[in-house]
């Protein structure tokens, strides 16, 4: 990219009315930013769902200096950055309409092929959380994964630096610009990430760690990753919103279940229950249910405790399953004789006790 059409593509991101969808709208009808700038507006508002409100901005002195100046700091930090179409800018984050025109990035951030997973949850987390989030890190490293988080508190932090304990590639998705790191107790994480991995950002040199921002960065989070792994949430919070971000781009999403009444694992239970996400207990659950290196591992380990306790309705859907295989919700309510919703909640059940797990497209079978 030019440093003219790199000055124009800073511009256009500090116009106000246009947000990330339109800007890639106006750039795809003029060729690239700087045609977007030197086309007449009336040729412009012939685009679909460009009006004159948004184009109202455009030419205004003080975006091209706001631009201008940023740039100037680019170039004084060495800041690297990345364009919607560049062949390095994260290829899932690609496919999602709202995904930023322009990144910035530091450290040594190498995606090519590799699996992209993204571990989010409570920045208040549990020696339960931590625990998981450090044996499902040891588990996954062989698979060399690239881990995405936040570089908050909590989850985040933990799940990344056992990431580097592996020797795996992680990324800090930021709510800042990369002129400070929030919070800044955490500055001492960031030479080793930047060794392996890096940050991304979309926020300028002039942007702070301001709420809005944190759920604005969730989708890049959510966006650039295959699956999305919460490990501990209250009942709301961020890691919800990055994960119905992940189902909205049509990502798999999963949920580490916890104990009834326990407040940070409420968040997950609740998306398991509601079939939002799906439940694991280790990395080996989660390289299943999304079909990795099926040809030299075989399913997850999982074996079933013997003599588990099951009612009647369990007992039922179990031996189903047993003779018919992997069977649809539906089909298991309607050949078992019950109602949907009971299918559903005995079944979450039965999948808590480790005898049932749910696949992708809806489909249980036994263990």
């Known amino acids: 990219m030019t440093k003219k059409e790199l000055l124009a593509a800073l511009r256009l991101q500090h116009v106000p009315n246009i947000g990330d969808t339109t800007a890639k709208k106006l750039i795809a009808h003029c060729g690239s930013p700087a045609a977007v700038f030197a086309d007449k507006v009336r040729q412009l508002l012939r685009i ?3 009006g004159a409100y948004t184009l109202s901005e455009l030419h205004r002195a003080e975006h091209l200096e706001a631009a201008e100046r940023e740039l100037a700091f680019m170039e004084a930090q060495q800041i690297q950055y990345t364009y919607f179409t560049d062949p390095g800018y994260p290829k899932y984050l690609k496919h999602c309409v709202d995904g930023p025109v322009l990144m910035f990035q530091r450290g040594n951030i190498r995606l090519g092929d590799q699996r992209v997973i993204s571990v989010v949850g409570t920045r208040s ?4 959380g931590r625990a998981f989030c450090e044996r499902f890190i040891e588990e996954i490293a062989p698979l060399e994964p690239v881990i995405v988080s936040g570089f908050a508190y909590g989850v985040d932090i933990c799940v990344q630096r056992a990431a580097m304990a592996h020797n795996l590639q992680t990324i800090g998705c930021l709510a800042h610009g990369l002129n400070q790191i929030y ?3 955490h500055q001492r994480f960031v030479p080793a990430v930047e060794e392996n ?3 991304y950002t979309e926020f300028w040199s002039t942007s702070h760690p301001e709420r809005e921002n944190f759920l604005k960065r969730n989708r890049i989070i959510a966006g650039m990753s ?10 709301k919070g961020g890691s919800l919103v990055t ?3 992940a189902m909205g781009y049509h990502r798999d999403v999963f949920a580490v279940p916890g104990r009834v009444g326990d407040v940070y694992s409420s968040g ?5 229950r509601h079939h939002k996400a799906q439940l694991i207990t280790s990395a080996a659950d989660l390289i299943y249910l999304m079909g990795w290196d099926l040809e030299e591992k075989e399913a997850p380990a999982v074996q079933r405790q013997l003599f588990v306790e099951m009612d009647e309705a369990e007992e039922a859907i179990y031996h189903y399953l047993q003779q018919h295989g992997k069977q649809l919700l539906d089909a298991i309510a309607l050949q078992c ?3 949907v919703f009971k299918a559903t909640s005995t079944l979450l059940n039965m999948e808590m006790k480790g005898v049932i797990r749910p696949l992708p497209g809806k489909l249980f079978e036994a263990i």
């Open 48 to 50: 679909e769902g460009v």
């Open 125 to 128: 987390i549990t020696p339960y």
């Open 268 to 272: 997950c239970n609740n998306l398991i």
């Open 243 to 245: 994960a119905d971000l």
């Open 183 to 185: 919070p800044p107790v």
């Open 337 to 339: 004789g019950m109602p």
């Open 197 to 199: 991995g890096g940050f």
């Open 226 to 235: 295959e699956a999305t792994v919460v490990v501990e949430s209250a009942e």
